[in-house]
């Protein structure tokens, strides 16, 4: 096998400034028993904490670095590269990316990651402060794609570890999902659910279908890559879920949650489903609107009880015109009811 050009599946690892979680993440891609090979794409987004130096003892450690198992080292304007394969377990390789400067949301490091993606029939993704528990996570999710064609991605269950406890991500259990199921699966509803995560599955978790054809743009300009992402891939086949607990998500230990407001991430979860309605051409605009006039509603009574009366009247108004029915129902209940909410 030429060890640059045949993959089954290529796993996307984007990391920044996460030196101590960083080699868990490592040890759950190297851990995984195949029958096919795959690579680990860790690009390191020119962290500051010193996790290049983590991610380099980890590869001086566990990696082959003879020129017959495809070792190589080079170096390019955005990045210092090794590839390699793991010293034990012959079907893993790991492509590392020590990026010199931060690409976050740059068009480039999309481009660095296309090169790879072109030779793996599957994409799987975790982040470098979660990780994975189950070897055989990527040969299930593999088996069952490649025995139905119809489906375009795999999901597996998940634990969610906080500071003093862990408790399953994934308490609402779903066996096949479609677009439809996809979409309304969301903010709005994960507390009703169960679930301690938002989308129908956790980033971390999900292994899908490489597109022949590219992904749409429109997912790069969501303030958040995994429900675009699902969204978009249910236009090409369903989704499966495996009530298996095969990775780990760290809750609250990413760079977004510090800085998290209900206000903002209403207004950003509003901006993503108009994109996500625009990108698919309003085929869904009976389930998606609904959503952004939910989250206008929501925005508008949290800025009256903040005192901001004018901008309250005018996310009331975006609500009304995204789909009336979600305040006409709110005007229906009795007054006491209403005041409490």
């Known amino acids: 096998m030429d060890n640059e050009s045949n993959f089954m599946v290529c796993i996307h690892c984007m990391t920044y400034n996460q030196s101590a979680y960083i080699t868990d993440a490592l040890n759950g891609f190297a851990m995984q028993k195949t029958d096919f090979p795959f690579v680990a794409l860790v690009f390191d987004d020119a962290s500051t904490d010193g996790e290049q130096e983590v991610i380099k003892k980890y590869l001086d450690e566990h990696f082959d670095y003879s020129e017959e198992t495809g070792y190589k080292q080079w170096e390019t304007d955005d990045a210092n590269y090794t590839f390699a394969r793991h010293k034990s377990n012959g079907k893993c390789f790991f492509l590392v990316a020590l990026l010199k400067k931060n690409l976050y949301r740059n068009p480039r490091k999309g481009e660095l ?37 119809d489906y375009s991605m795999c999901f597996t269950n998940c634990m969610v570890k906080y500071p003093n406890c862990e408790v399953t991500a994934i308490n609402h259990i779903w066996d096949t999902y479609t677009i439809e199921d996809i979409i309304q699966s969301n903010a709005l509803n994960a507390k009703e659910r169960g679930d301690y995560v938002v989308s129908c599955g956790h980033t971390s978790t999900i292994l899908y279908r490489n597109p022949i054809e590219a992904l749409p743009s429109w997912i790069s300009r969501c303030f958040i890559g995994d429900e675009p992402l699902f969204i978009a891939l249910g236009q090409y086949g369903k989704a499966k879920f495996l009530n298996v607990p095969a990775t780990v998500y760290r809750a609250n230990v990413g760079v977004s949650s510090k800085n998290y407001t209900y206000e903002r991430d209403w207004m950003n979860r509003i901006k993503m489903y108009e994109i996500i309605n625009e990108g698919l051409h309003y085929r869904y605009k009976q389930i998606i609107n609904p959503i952004i006039a939910s989250f206008y509603f929501m925005l508008c009574k949290l800025l009256w009880k903040n005192g901001s009366k004018w901008q309250s009247l005018k996310c009331g108004m975006q609500s009304f015109l995204a789909d009336r029915h979600i305040i006409t129902q709110w005007l229906r209940q009795k007054p006491a009811s209403r005041n409490e909410q």
């Open 113 to 149: 990651i296309k090169v790879w993606d072109e030779k793996a029939k599957y994409i799987a993704m975790c982040e470098g402060d979660d990780y994975w528990t189950d070897p055989l996570k990527l040969q299930k999710q593999v088996d069952f794609l490649e025995r139905h064609e």
